[in-house]
């Protein structure tokens, strides 16, 4: 039978919640038992996909096309397995399911309310993932703090949980914080004494305490939170701070976190094989070269807004050597200011996706810049777009080349939407979403990286090349490397007598992992080392 764990946090948001379940999904799997892991969000919205980046990061696309919470690729990255939109519940998402079933008359005229109407649907969500999948353990992170009144109807349905399949199945962790008070010169536990109080006031007891803190936990400080919060000494984990989110799957084999859930779970305790795992870390802290990548975008105020980018640039540095360093550029003051000056000395550039008309001239510009320039450039979803009107109006002439979704009166749409878009008018989860075949043409850069005819990549886009400006592009001297399998859409174009120009219509990003960099960033990034070791940007041989 399917085991389950819960993970909750304490104290303050953004503590760590998705890393520590990641990191458990990763010990497990190297234990040959696999793993499933969830999201439930309190927010109403019924998925991420309409809120802004500044408010919620990047919105994390699935296989089967579901926009979800960016702790999704995490879960993908660390755990080596593809979630689907089963793995992302909202409260929205809750509450429209309810309240369409109310509609159809499915509760028989009877009074819908929390209980147990919203937290049977919560139950259900969590039951279908063990059903669909049927892992060893599935687990499940509630978003937010406990205390906040929207984290409250889940709560309460993961406390029915345990009762009705079996305390042996169900498994309690608190991820809290353990903060030093420099002023006082200690560690202070009553912030996690308060936030088990608040738990177990209503109804769920943690068999296991992660205790996030800057520095190791003494034993004497982990007898007294065990004392106060009724925990095994031995289920007091710490997750010290890491210079790498990598090095906290390490860093909690050592606690010993993975052995102590097998035990209370009764399950078989196996021998890890953290090889891969340990090698990447190495690797990590030993690099041979240093490269310095542009992220141009209008969301760089907020890292998180392009967490799966850096992830996969991170991904790629790794696994040749490579120490990142990274330059945030904000793509609105290159409409205003020279793009030399802020993207002068880099060894590569990215433009990554986004929606709207604001930065889009400093895109334009940054990518003219990495063009004339012959620095590595690689284009991600609007980032395409943007290096094809770059072209249609520097290369090709048309001067008031622009996307039909910032200039919807351009004379020349170099890119515009698919005749089956032209009448949508809801925003959520109306764009072509999801796991999409492209064809690889020959003789192409984009060939070379991958080494496959036909590739599978994910989508999150409304507005597509226009195919009017087909012929015209490629006259020019642009190649179109990739398109949808009958030819009509295209999805990468590369500028053949450029060291490394590709920019694609998908997100690679979604797609790569630490074991498996993707095969478009690690040639990105090889081509940006050749420029920053040897001033002549060539790209290497993919391995």
């Not at 420099?182 to 202070?188: V, Y």
């Not at 550029?329 to 020279?338: D, H, K, M, Q």
């Not at 030399?340 to 008309?357: A, K, N, R, S, Y």
């Not at 999409?436 to 597509?464: G, M, N, S, W």
Request: proline share 6%; charged share 20%.
């Amino acid at each position: 039978m399917t085991k389950f764990i819960f993970v909750t946090g304490g104290v303050v948001s953004s503590i760590g919640k998705g890393i520590v379940a990641a990191s458990l999904g990763r010990l497990l799997k190297s234990r040959e038992y696999s793993v499933s892991i969830l999201k439930l969000d309190p927010y109403i919205n019924i998925d991420p996909g309409t809120m802004s980046p500044f408010q919620h990061g990047e919105v994390f696309v699935t296989q089967d096309g579901a926009e979800t919470d960016l702790d999704l690729g995490h879960y993908e990255r660390f755990t080596d397995t593809s979630m689907s939109r089963l793995n992302s519940v909202t409260t929205g998402s809750i509450y429209q399911a309810v309240i369409n079933k109310e509609r159809r008359g499915d509760y028989e005229g009877g009074t819908v309310q929390v209980i147990p109407h919203i937290t049977n649907e919560i139950k259900e969500r969590i039951l279908r993932v063990a059903k669909s999948t049927n892992p060893s353990v599935v687990i499940t992170e509630i978003g937010g703090t406990v205390g906040d009144i929207e984290s409250l109807p889940f709560l309460e349905a993961i406390r029915q949980f345990r009762k009705e399949v079996g305390r042996q199945n169900v498994l309690y962790m608190h991820v809290t914080l353990v903060p030093w008070i420099a002023s006082a010169g200690e560690m202070k536990t009553k912030p996690t004494q308060h936030s088990v109080k608040e738990l177990r006031s209503i109804g769920i007891q943690p068999d296991i305490l992660v205790c996030r803190s800057d520095r190791p936990l003494p034993t004497k400080l982990k007898q007294k939170l065990s004392g106060f919060c009724d925990v095994p000494e031995e289920c007091v984990i710490t997750s010290q701070d890491a210079k790498s989110i990598y090095e906290v799957p390490l860093n909690l084999e050592w606690e010993g976190l993975a052995q102590q859930v097998l035990d209370l779970l009764q399950m078989e305790q196996r021998t890890p094989d953290l090889t891969q795992w340990q090698t990447l870390v190495k690797r990590l802290h030993s690099p041979k070269h240093e490269v310095e990548i542009a992220i141009v975008g209008k969301y760089v105020q907020l890292s998180d807004a392009y967490l799966s980018v850096v992830e996969a640039l991170n991904h790629a540095a790794i696994s040749t050597y490579g120490k990142l360093r990274l330059r945030w550029v904000n793509s609105e003051i290159l409409e205003t200011e020279p793009a030399e000056t802020h993207l002068e000395g880099v060894d590569g550039i990215v433009v990554p996706g986004g929606f709207g008309l604001r930065g889009v001239d400093g895109k334009i510009a940054a990518i003219k810049y990495a063009r004339n320039r012959q620095i590595p450039f690689l284009g991600l979803c609007l980032g395409m777009q943007c290096s094809v009107i770059e072209w249609a109006r520097n290369v090709g002439g048309l001067t008031d080349a622009n996307s039909a979704e910032f200039d919807a009166y351009t004379t020349d749409p170099v890119i515009n939407l698919l005749p089956e878009q032209q009448e949508v008018v809801d925003l959520g989860g109306t764009m072509r979403l999801g796991l999409y075949p492209c064809r690889v043409l020959p003789d192409t850069l984009a060939f070379k990286l991958y080494q496959e005819d036909v590739i599978y990549e994910r989508h999150r886009h409304r507005y597509e090349f226009n195919n009017a400006y087909r012929d015209l592009l490629l006259k020019s001297g642009y190649a179109i490397s990739g398109t949808s399998p009958d030819g009509r859409l295209v999805e990468i174009v590369e500028l053949p007598k450029h060291p490394f120009f590709l920019a694609c219509q998908f997100h690679p990003e979604f797609q790569s992992r630490p074991s498996a960099p993707h095969p478009l960033f690690k040639g990105f990034i090889q081509a940006a080392i050749s420029l920053s070791t040897s001033g002549t940007p060539t790209p290497l041989e993919v391995s």
